[in-house]
C-alpha cells in the first residue's frame, strides 16, 4: 500500500505543479477574480492528496481538479454571503465575460467579477482550453501597476511563490506578497477581460510578458535537469512553450523572436550538463555531441527571423551570445573574439549586474583574468548590492585562480559556496577550491 499511495502523492504534486498556470487562467477567465481560483484550485490540489491515495488516480488528473475546483466556485458564488453582497439574478448567471481591451466599471447590479456559471458550465474537463498567454496580458494590462506586472506573471500563470518572486527581487516576502494581492484585487475589481488584445494593442503589453517569461527561465536554469524540455512541471519548458506560442502570435516583433531564440538556444544544451554521477558540467567542458541538434537549429531560425527585422534588443543579443556558445558544436571551437564583441554590446544597452559578471568572465578568457578582474572590481563600486549576487564570486574566484592569487581565490570560491542555493553547484564550486594549488 505504501508505495501506491506514494506514487499517487507524487502524481498529485506532479499535476499541481505542471497544470497550476493552465488551471487557474481558465478558471478565473469568466470573472477575473484570480484569488478566488487559486483557492479553489488549492481545495482542490488538498483533496487531490487525500482522494488519490486511497482511490487510485484518474484517468484524466487535471481534468479531475478542473472539476472540483469549478465545483467548489460554484458553491461560494452561491453561498449566502455572496447573495448578500450581489444578488444573482438569472440574468447575471448567464451573462458572459466582457470583451475588448480596457477595464469595464462594474455595473450597478454587478459586484465586481461577478460569476458567469454557464461558462464554468460550459468548460470541457476533457479538452481544457489554454488561456494561459490570455492571463499574461490581463496581467500586463494598462489597469496593473507597472512594476508587479512581472511578478504577478510569475505567481498566476507560472506558480512561483510571494517568497520565490522576492528573493529575485531582493525584496521582503510579506512586501511582494501584499503587492500581488493588490494586483489581483484590482484586476477583479475593474473586471479585465481574459482575451487576447488586438494586435495593434498587444505589442504594448510585452515588456512585461518577455520579462515574466525569461524570469520563469532564468529562475529555472540554475537546477533545471537535462530533460527540462519535456519535464512537466520544469519552469524552463514552459518558458519555451510561451516563447514559441509569443512568437507564433506576433511573427514580426524581433524581441519576440529573440526570446524564443535565447530560450530554445539554452535549454538544447542541457543535456550535457550534468555528468554521469549528476555533477554539474562547466559550459566550456561539455560534450557538443549531447547537445539537442534539431532545438539549436530551430533557434538559430528564430534568431535569423529577428535579425532580418533589423531592430536590435536585448533578448537577440543574448541569443546571438547562446548562438555563438553553440557554435562550438561545428566549429569545435569557442570564439571568444565574437563573444567578447556581443556581451560589451549587452552591456551597453543593458548593463545589468549579470550582464557585467558575464562580460568580466569572457574578457578574462579573451584579454586574461587581469581584464576581467578590473570590470568586477569597478561593479564593486558601482553597484554594492552585486556583493550577494553569487555568480560574481564564482567568477572572481575563477579569474583570480587564474592570476594565480591563490588565497584570494580560494577565499572568494568560499564566498561562492556561501551563496549557492543549489547542492550540485556548492559541490562543484567546493571540487574547483580543492583543485587550487597550496598557497
Known sequence: MAPGRLTARARAELAARASYGRLVAVLAAPTGDLAAAEDALADAFERALITWPRDGVPDNPEGWLLTVARNR??????????????????????????????????????????????????????????????????????????????????????????ADIAAAYALPEQTMAQRLVRAKRRIRNTRIPFVLPSMTDLPKRLPALLEAVYGAYAIDWPTAGADARHTPDSLAGEALYLAETLAALLPDEPEVLGLAALVAL?????????????????????????????????????????????????????????????????????????????????????????????????????????????VLDVLALDRPEAGTFQPLWATRAHLLAEAGRVADARAAYERAVDLAGDERLRAALRQRAGALPPG
Open 73 to 162: 466556485l460554484k458553491d461560494l458564488w452561491k453561498s449566502a454571503a455572496v447573495r448578500l453582497r450581489a444578488p444573482l439574478d438569472d440574468s447575471t448567471l448567464e451573462r458572459t465575460a466582457p470583451t475588448g481591451n480596457g477595464p469595464l466599471a462594474p455595473a450597478d447590479h454587478l459586484s465586481p467579477g461577478a460569476p458567469s456559471l454557464a461558462a464554468l458550465e460550459a468548460l470541457d474537463a476533457d479538452a481544457i482550453p489554454d488561456k494561459r498567454i490570455e492571463l499574461l496580458c490581463v496581467c500586463a494590462h494598462p489597469a496593473i501597476d507597472p512594476g508587479i506586472r512581472t511578478p504577478l506573471m510569475l505567481n498566476t500563470v507560472l506558480g512561483l511563490t510571494a
Open 266 to 374: 539554452s535549454i538544447a544544451r542541457m543535456p550535457a550538463r550534468a555528468g554521469s554521477a549528476g555533477e554539474l558540467v562547466a559550459l566550456d567542458d561539455q560534450d557538443p555531441g549531447r547537445w539537442d541538434a534539431a532545438l539549436i537549429a530551430r533557434g538559430e531560425r528564430y534568431l535569423r527571423r529577428a535579425q532580418a527585422l533589423h531592430q536590435v534588443g536585448r533578448f537577440q543579443l543574448e541569443a546571438a551570445i547562446q548562438s555563438a556558445h553553440c557554435d562550438r558544436a561545428r566549429s569545435g571551437v569557442t570564439n571568444w573574439a565574437a563573444l567578447k564583441t556581443l556581451h560589451t554590446a549587452l552591456v551597453r544597452l543593458s548593463p545589468t549586474v549579470g550582464a557585467r559578471v558575464a562580460l568580466a568572465a569572457v574578457l578574462g578568457e579573451a584579454d586574461g583574468p587581469a581584464a576581467g578582474l578590473v
